[in-house]
């Protein structure tokens, strides 16, 4: 299994940008799909998730302006970032989430020890 993402970059504040995280070895469309991002001195934490059935799920700091979305035919996550804020500022990962784990509510969950395949990671810099 293979995660590749792609899409980062510097960044205006208030500014755009795209992630995609290409995946081979496995269908993207039976798992649940997370990103990810990690900052430097922080820990890692999760940013959204998209589950099999489509449902999604977003970090509080990122809802409303973060969409994660997926191309089944294509075998790709994207993440896209709207009004992007310095403090969004990170490497983001994709993983998978083999164990199709759910909250009460049905959601994916964002919790990193749940995912077993990462890819290597995207930077995202955004200057204010």
């Known amino acids: 299994v293979q995660l590749v993402e792609s899409g980062g970059g510097l960044v205006q504040a208030g500014g755009s940008l795209r992630l995609s995280c290409a995946v081979s070895g496995i269908a993207v469309q039976y798992y649940h799909i997370g990103w990810f991002r990690q900052a430097p001195g922080k820990e890692r934490e999760g940013v959204s998730c998209i589950t099999r059935g489509d449902n999604t799920n977003y970090a509080d700091s990122v809802k409303g302006r973060f969409t994660i979305s997926r191309d089944n035919g294509k075998n790709t996550v994207y993440l896209r970032m709207n009004s992007l804020k310095p403090e969004d500022t990170a490497v983001y990962y994709c993983?998978?989430?083999?164990?199709?784990?759910?909250?009460?509510?049905?959601?994916?969950?964002?919790?990193?020890?749940?995912?077993?395949?990462w890819g290597q990671g995207t930077q995202v810099t955004v200057s204010s």
């Open positions: 993983a998978v989430d083999r164990s199709l784990s759910t909250t009460l509510q049905g959601l994916c969950v964002m919790g990193a020890p749940f995912y077993g395949y």
